[in-house]
């Protein structure tokens, strides 16, 4: 649980930032529920969140118990940050305005990278502007190689095969797509299995 409640803060604030969306977060709520012997009614909840603000949803997130490791989520964050950034340099504004608030808030000490992440959003406002040498891609360059040294020392393994990701569905041998599940059809799976998790004893 500790370990659900600091990803469930670490995606809170990527909602925050912009740098996820309500479909994502759902998607990893489903992925909880299925590995939960007995999911929480907040994790339930946050699986039910489709067409809620990101805003209630953050604050859904937050309903975890326990208290988050704010060292944790910091690092959380950032392998989400650097995954987005690595998969798609368009997240490079958003990702550089949340840097920077994170900086501000004395979130991220380190002086090896902190420097990139506290002038990254104001240099990319100047290198679109052309008012200094350094391109676009140049900073984002920087930025990505901060985030790979800040992210660098191991943690447990962050799910962004869910978070983020959209993978194709297999193809039939006839090249056509597999019928998909309808939205009640999967719904009832879920609530029959966490039904039976909540009638079993212990």
């Known amino acids: 649980m500790p370990r659900m409640r600091d990803e469930a803060e670490a995606l809170a604030r990527a909602l925050e930032f912009g740098l996820c969306d309500v479909a994502e977060v759902i998607a990893w709520a489903d992925a909880q529920i299925l590995r939960e012997d007995r999911p929480s009614e907040a994790l339930c909840d946050v699986s ?3 067409g809620r603000y990101p805003q209630d949803v953050a604050g859904m997130l937050r309903q975890f118990p326990g208290t ?5 989520v910091a690092r959380l964050l ?4 650097k995954d987005r950034l690595d998969r798609d340099d368009d997240a490079a504004e958003p990702i550089a305005w949340a ?3 994170m900086a501000m808030a004395k979130e991220i ?3 090896r990278f902190s420097d990139v992440f506290w002038w990254a959003r104001e240099e990319l406002d100047l290198a679109e502007l052309g008012y200094i040498q350094d391109s676009r891609q140049q900073i984002v360059q920087r930025m990505a190689a901060a985030l790979e040294e ?5 943690i ?18 006839e090249g056509k797509q597999p019928a998909q599940p309808t939205q009640p059809t999967r719904l009832l799976s879920r609530f029959l299995r966490i039904l039976k998790s909540w009638a079993s004893p212990g």
């Open 48 to 50: 039910l969140a489709r």
């Open 68 to 72: 988050p490791d704010s060292s944790d």
């Open 78 to 81: 950032l392998s989400l940050m």
């Open 99 to 101: 840097l920077h608030q």
């Open 109 to 111: 000490d380190d002086q």
């Open 150 to 154: 800040a992210t660098a020392d191991p």
């Open 156 to 173: 447990p393994s962050w799910p962004f095969a869910v978070v983020g990701e959209k993978p194709n569905p297999p193809q039939s041998p």
